[in-house]
């Protein structure tokens, strides 16, 4: 059925992870003459390397586990990912389990009194969306796609980077001052842009549900293929409500996700054709990853931008 949106894991860890986590090994680290003297610290997804490298600036020498187009629901740490955060001086994620198969690593690094930062922490809890999947009712972890939630995930790493390197704090506060400054001008930027859609045309269907925190704070309706999770399987059921609601609501574009196989919405643009309507794909969109470490797209702003410009484009 269509996984349904309510506003408001297993955790495998592997083996070798976990042996990991009691050795030192080689680490990630650029070479000394760059690194010395700075924060050694590993993110776990794309928006968390961005996030932690603009509040930390100079100070802090980040690494990322993921890199674009890896998706956080289904990424599986291997030795040298355990080892690299076993080095670091802190470790930043997601939780609310977006790492989804992380989550044991992420209990042996508390055990072991490792630091870190679950910025979902800096997030009060009614702001966080619920979520029904199957039956079950957990959180929505695409936290990042409210950019209210990510001034508060910008807080809880200036603050957790403070905390671990206090003769800095000042430094973390100016730079934590200067980014807020940038959301809150792309908070205005989204809303001037989203004013260009038609109120009954604001519908954004995608492979998964990754968006229920865009769709809150801007207005829209939300419909993905699959749940919060990608490791969730669609089936055919799913794939024809779904063309049905496009084909009778008239819908005219449905976006494909840089993260995601592009088939599970090819095959819903197909069984759409196939009940008399012509939807196009309106674009790729970047869902649980940014886009390349060296494009505009790579950073967590440039990122939205482009979902923006995406979604207006098709849809006004």
Not at 250 to 260: L, N
Not at 263 to 286: H, N, P
Request: aromatic share 8%.
């Amino acid at each position: 059925m269509l996984k349904k949106i309510v506003f408001g894991l297993c955790i495998p860890l592997a083996i070798l992870g976990a042996a990991a986590l009691s050795f030192s090994g080689c680490g990630k680290s650029a070479p000394a003459s760059d690194s010395a003297g700075k924060m050694k610290v590993v993110a776990t997804t794309t928006m968390l390397t961005d996030l932690a490298r603009q509040i930390g600036g100079d100070k802090v020498e980040v690494s990322g586990l993921m890199k674009a187009g890896v998706d956080p629901h289904l990424y599986q740490a291997g030795a040298g990912d355990v080892d690299a955060m076993n080095k670091a001086d802190i470790v930043v994620y997601n939780g609310v389990h977006l790492e989804g198969k992380m989550g044991a690593i992420f209990d042996n690094l508390h055990a072991q009194k490792k630091p870190t930062i679950r910025v979902s922490d800096g997030i009060p809890s009614e702001t966080l969306l619920d979520f029904e999947e199957d039956g079950e009712k957990t959180k929505d972890p695409h936290i990042w796609f409210s950019v209210k939630n990510w001034k508060a995930a910008a807080k809880e790493v200036a603050k957790g980077f403070s905390e671990k390197d206090p003769k800095n704090k000042s430094y973390y506060e100016d730079h934590l001052n200067a980014y807020l400054a940038e959301l809150d001008n792309l908070d205005k930027y989204i809303r001037k842009e989203v004013e260009s859609i038609p109120k009954d045309s604001r519908i954004l269907v995608t492979a998964h549900d990754a968006f229920a925190y865009f769709a809150r704070d801007y207005g829209f309706e939300v419909k993905g293929i699959q749940g919060i999770s990608t490791a969730s399987e669609a089936g055919t059921s799913d794939i024809s409500t779904l063309a049905a609601f496009i084909a009778e609501h008239k819908i005219k574009a449905v976006f494909v996700e840089s993260s995601v196989p592009h088939k599970t919405i090819e095959s819903l643009q197909a069984a759409v054709k196939a009940r008399g309507f012509d939807v196009s794909i309106g674009g790729e969109l970047y869902s649980d990853s940014l886009g390349g470490e060296s494009t505009k797209e790579g950073t967590y702003i440039g990122m939205y931008e482009h979902n923006i410009k995406t979604i207006t484009e098709a849809l006004r």
